[in-house]
């Protein structure tokens, strides 16, 4: 029996790492943060990787890795605001879980990142209407996803439990 994974995807500072860590033992499934993984395998951070080889080697990689964790094996996946990019990512995720879009406010996204050096695209001069901007462009393939879940207000457990019933019921229709 294949379980199915839950994929938590959205813009950056929406809660996909900070909800996958604390859902995952709920569910009794594997947590992967993508992003930490694609630093660990390459020995390096993102924003190293965004600086010595450009987006698109960062968006290869985070493809391969996409493709390596899509199949249904029990995971909950937080992955990086711009694996919507690539429809391929989506696709193989909803082959083999439940893709939920995690939603915040421009101003509450920012509040959450503002102070995070991590963030290679949010290294402006003004982070603000940067983050505008990219949100603006990605919201469509944010928009394309069924279901979603607004994370700018509630706790983390009131969130945390509103996606822990969407997956169960999904688990439960899940074909073997």
Do not use: W
Not at 56 to 85: C, K, M, N, Y
Not at 91 to 105: E, N
């Amino acid at each position: 029996m294949s379980i199915p994974n839950l994929v938590l995807v959205g813009f950056m500072g929406t809660g996909k790492s900070a909800v996958g860590r604390r859902i995952a033992p709920q569910l009794h499934l594997d947590f992967i943060d993508m992003d930490d993984l694609i630093e660990s395998r390459q020995g390096r951070s993102i924003s190293q990787i965004f600086t010595e080889q450009g987006e698109p080697a960062f968006r290869a990689i985070e493809r391969d890795l996409a493709h390596e964790l899509a199949p249904p094996q029990g995971r909950v996946i937080a992955t990086g605001g711009g694996v919507v990019l690539n429809p391929e990512n989506l696709h193989d995720f909803q082959a083999g879980g439940l893709v939920i879009c995690l939603k915040a406010t421009p101003e509450v996204i920012f509040q959450r990142v503002a102070s995070n050096r991590r963030r290679p695209l949010l290294n402006t001069p003004n982070p603000f209407q940067s983050m505008v901007a990219l949100l603006e462009q990605r919201r469509p393939f944010y928009e394309a996803i069924p279901q979603s879940i607004d994370t700018s207000s509630g706790s983390l457990s009131q969130i945390v439990s509103e996606i822990a019933g969407l997956y169960e019921v999904f688990r439960n229709s899940f074909p073997d």
